[in-house]
């Protein structure tokens, strides 16, 4: 036991293979007067206990929402002054909520005539918990003979796996000095010129393996190449040193130029994976979005469907055919065909008409200008469409590419059907 007071104790334990993490388990009390002593001292077992660098994860019955929607009653619609000083206290400690499955709220007032339900008891963890644990996570149990939810703590819920990796374009490989090249062959290998989109997302679909093998032959395992430019270059600087001819001088520089290069492509995968664009390029922060992936990938992957009998599935395959059946249900249901409506009844629904040129700015079509103009504005580290290729890749390759996106053919008055043929591969074109 590190520390005990009276709202919280907070231990030590060893999880094997040199692993050691620190649990704080809290009971925090009913009046918020009181809960707020629980706040300062959880504060201060951080900064005594140096636990901003290991990992720590804090549990238990809070007495405290942290937000209003974790709450049943819907005229409870926003915050207090309990809520903002939890909330608060959370980002002070840079901890935050694990990835937990079953109910949102943990607490009811057994009351069916003014019945309550809140999320007051919850498991927090830091960021050094999700580089140690990244699998863990939280289950949330039927409270049985109490009002409270107890909560089961999964050091190592493996993710469910099945099939082959899907492509993804990373921005980072327009930096390479022979990106442009290889795109350029694999384009005019993959056809003759797209006259329709269809063609041109066939010419799409063919360029991804010229793409995915300059990627694994230059960039594969980013951070590990990292580390070995980063230690070819320490010995030949000390080798300079040592020796100052302009050989060594040559090859440090040699090395230096290759080191910064892949510093600069680690940080944009990371910078990509994280989703995050309020930071500069150039600024180096890997570590940053090597933490806020790792945080991103914990918390949003899938690892089991509970199915509306109260089944939990974890089969991937399974998961796989639930989640196909699911969508097609969604957005192709099976209906019978109805008799379309007249234009007069859309007319009658509204008296209002807005001006004949409104109406033909409407259905005016793009110049090419505009186009190129909105795709350059487009986000670069914008989550890809369904065909895995960013904005990036058609600003890189615009030279020829825009030749073949935007002939007049494109824009002809068959646009519509051409659109719905190939929807699932223009995505970031469009």
Known sequence: MLHQSRQSITCELDAGNSNCLTITACYAAN???????????????????????????????????????EHSLPSVNCYDSPMSEFRDTLSHLGIFDLRFTRPLHTWSNKCPSSRIAKKLDRILVNQPWVSSFPHSQATFLPPDISDHAPAILNL???????????????????????????????????????????????????????????NRENFSDIQERVRVANRLLNDAQVLALTHPTQENFLKEKELHDKWEFLRTIEESYFRQRSRINWLREGDHNTTFFHRLMQVRNSYNSIRSFTLSTGEVVTDPVVMGVIAISHFQQLLAPQTTLTSPCSLAWFQALSPFRCPESNAQAMILLPSDEEIERMLFKLNANKTSGPDSLTSELLKAAWNFLGAEALPWEYRSKDIWIQLKQVSEHTGSLL
Do not use: M
């Open 31 to 69: 009046l918020n007067t009181e809960r707020s002593d629980l706040w300062v001292d959880l504060i201060n077992v951080q900064q005594q206990l140096s636990l901003d660098s290991s990992p720590w994860v804090v549990g238990g019955d809070f007495n405290q929402i942290s937000h209003f929607s």
């Open 156 to 214: 190592a819920v493996n993710l469910p796996t099945s099939g082959t990796k899907p492509f993804k374009f990373f921005n980072y490989l327009t930096k390479h000095p022979l990106f442009y090249q290889t795109v350029l062959q694999a384009w005019h290998q993959s056809g003759s010129i797209a006259w329709d989109l269809s063609h041109l997302c066939v010419k799409l679909k063919k360029i991804k393996s010229d793409i995915k093998k300059l």
